[in-house]
C-alpha cells in the first residue's frame, strides 16, 4: 500500500502539473488573447467575450480550448507605391502609408484570421480609394500641402502685373485629401474588425512624362520673363535712341543757324570793306577788279580749257593785251 501510494503521488502530480500547464496562459500588455474551442471563438465564463485584452495570468480549459495572439497595439500598413492619373490626366506615382489596430477581435478572428490577410485587405481598400481620390483632383492639389500656403513668387514677376509664376487656385490640399482617403476607407475596413487610424502621403514622384512637362513649363516661364525684359529693354533703347536723335538734330540745327549767322555777319563785313576799297580811289577800284577777275579765271580755266569770249567781254579785256606785253619783251635789247 505504501508503495503504490509513493509511486501515485508523483504520477498524480505530474497530471497536475501537465493540466495546469495547458490550462494557463500569461496574456502580454501588448496583445489581446482569443480563445476558440475546435476552431470556434468562445466565450469565457465572466463576461462571454472570447478576446482576453487583460494583462497576467488566464485559465482556459485544457486540451479542447486554443489560445490565439492577436496585436493589441497599433500597427502599420506601408502599401507600394502605385502609378495613377490626376484629374488633368497626368500620370504619378504614389506611396502612402497608414496606421490601424484590431477594435473587434471576433470579427478580424472570423473574417480575416491572420495579419497577413489584413495587409492584403487593406492594400485593396487604401489603394483604391486612394486611385479614387487622386483621380478626382489636378496634380496641384496633390503637391501642395495646405489650401492655404502661398508658393514663392520671383520677385521680378511680383513687380510686374505680369501672371507669369502664379498657380491656379486650389480648394483643399494634400492634408485634406488624406482625409478623404481615410473617410472613405473606414466604413469598408470596418466589418472586419479593423479601425483605420490614419493615412498619409509617404512619397509622390512624377513619371518621366510629367517631368518633361514641369520642365517644359518652368523653361517656357522663364522664357517668357525673358522676353518680356528684352521688350522691355528694347522699348528703353527705342526711347534713349529717339532723345539722341532728337537732341542731335536740335544741336546740328543750332550749329547750322549758328553758322549761318556767322558766314552771313563775315560776308556782310567782307562786302563792306571791299565796297570801301573800291571806294576809296580809281586806283584802288582798279586793282580790285584786277584781283577779282584773276581769281575768276584761276577757277574757271585750266591748261585744258577751251573758252570763246567775245570781244567786248569783261572776262577777254585782260586777255587782249597779254599778246602784245609778249612781242614787247621780246624785242627789247
Sequence with gaps: ?????????????????????????????SEQVFI???GKPIGNPINADPAVDEAGLHFKKPFVQSVNRIEKR????????????????????????ARWRISDPKKYYEQLRDERSALSRL????????????????????????????PVRDENLAASNSNLGVLPPIQYGRSTLDEQI??????????WGIELIDVRFKRINYKPGVIEKIHSRMASERQQIADRFRSEGSGEAAKILGR??????????????KEQEIKG???????????????????????YQFVKTL?????????????VFTTDSDLFRLLKHIEPAKEKASGSP
Design 182 to 191: 481615410l473617410k472613405a476607407s473606414q466604413p469598408k475596413v470596418s466589418p
Design 123 to 150: 492594400n485593396d481598400i487604401i489603394g483604391s480609394e486612394t486611385r479614387n481620390v487622386i483621380a478626382s483632383h489636378d496634380l496641384v492639389e496633390v503637391i501642395r500641402s495646405q489650401k492655404d500656403r502661398k
Design 265 to 287: 555777319k563775315a560776308d556782310a563785313q567782307a562786302t563792306g570793306i571791299y565796297a570801301s576799297a573800291y571806294n576809296s580811289s580809281p586806283s584802288a577800284a582798279d586793282f
Design 74 to 97: 497599433v500597427l502599420e500598413w506601408d502599401g507600394p507605391a502605385t502609378e495613377m492619373p490626376t484629374r488633368d490626366k497626368l500620370y504619378i506615382s504614389v506611396d502612402n502609408f
Design 36 to 38: 476558440t474551442e475546435f
Design 295 to 307: 581769281e575768276t579765271y584761276q577757277k574757271t580755266l585750266s591748261k585744258d580749257t577751251t573758252a
Design 244 to 257: 539722341k536723335e532728337r537732341d542731335l538734330l536740335s544741336i546740328q540745327s543750332e550749329a547750322y543757324r
Design 1 to 29: 500500500m505504501k508503495q503504490f501510494i509513493f509511486l501515485a503521488v508523483p504520477v498524480a502530480g505530474f497530471f497536475a502539473f501537465i493540466l495546469f500547464a495547458s490550462s494557463a496562459y500569461t496574456v502580454s500588455p
